[in-house]
């Protein structure tokens, strides 16, 4: 019964720095493959970045790559989405989802999902 909920979130100017949380609870964490999506009003969700077990493999999108860093904190039972020279086209609701079993970028992979936490990027 793993839960995830996500925190971090809020507005910040174009070229700024946010970081983004996501808490876990019950369930086995250090066990979880994990995620992060995100959803832009009128837009498909879309894969952000992944990060393995032990954090041994990292993936992100082109859209992303070089300026976010995935990783994770099993001790604390957290995944973090350090996001820098952030620009308008990353706003959107970002939430982080986890999987028992192998994932990478479809959606459909991850069992658990957090209700997500607007990011809003000003110019």
């Known amino acids: 019964q793993v839960q995830l909920v996500e925190s971090g979130g809020g507005l910040v100017q174009a070229g700024g720095s946010l970081r983004l949380s996501c808490a876990a609870s019950?369930?086995?964490?250090?066990?979880?493959?994990m995620g992060w999506f995100r959803q832009a009003p009128g837009k498909e969700r879309e894969f952000v970045a992944r990060?393995?077990?032990?954090?041994?493999?990292?993936d992100y999108a082109d859209s992303v790559k070089g300026r976010f860093a995935i990783s994770r904190d099993n001790a604390k039972n957290t995944m973090y989405l350090q996001m820098n020279s952030l620009k308008p086209e990353d706003t959107a609701v970002y939430y982080c989802?986890?999987?028992?079993?192998?994932?990478?970028?479809?959606?459909?992979?991850?069992?658990?999902w957090g209700p997500g936490t607007q990011v809003t990027v000003s110019s």
């Open positions: 019950g369930g086995t964490f250090s066990t979880i493959n």
């Open positions: 989802a986890g999987s028992g079993t192998i994932a990478r970028r479809n959606e459909r992979q991850y069992n658990y």
């Open positions: 990060i393995t077990w032990t954090g041994g493999i990292t």
